[in-house]
């Protein structure tokens, strides 16, 4: 098993930063490699939606589902993969961290190579999974506070 987390200040109201992330369409904009996003199935956001995200890696151009398999207003959002190469939950929390302001804290955990090899493998894949975390989350925060009209300290943009 392997878990990556960050964490930063968002300079927006949680209100706000959870309805951005809370939006399937808005994935393209900040999920890093996503492409096309097509609901699948009759939810379209909260507890039991399904999705299929169509990912652009060099040119490896994977169609993973995911599922949302942890939803509470304005508190956490949880996509887990179904089926495909990777077995991995990105889980998105948001906390108020006062007025106009929250944290938004980003955690993937993601199942690890087995064997006698397996440290060799798992090293570039984590390097790649914390990579795409990193600027996922850094993409989202920015979208957010663009989505606002703040900049990264807060000033009215």
Known sequence: ?????????????????????????SMTEWLTGAEHVSMQ??????LGARYGIRFRFGLWRPVLNCEVTEHRQDAVIGYTLIGGPLSACLTLRFDPLGRGRSVLTSELDYTGSRGFAAPLRDRPRKALLRTALRRSESRLR???????????????A
């Open 142 to 156: 920015a979208a957010i506070e663009e989505l606002h009209g703040t900049d990264l300290v807060g000033r009215l």
């Open 41 to 46: 199935g009759e939810i379209d956001r909260g």
């Open 1 to 25: 098993m392997g878990f990556i987390k960050y964490a930063s200040d968002v300079t927006a109201p949680i209100t706000v930063a959870f309805a951005y992330a809370d939006d399937p369409r």
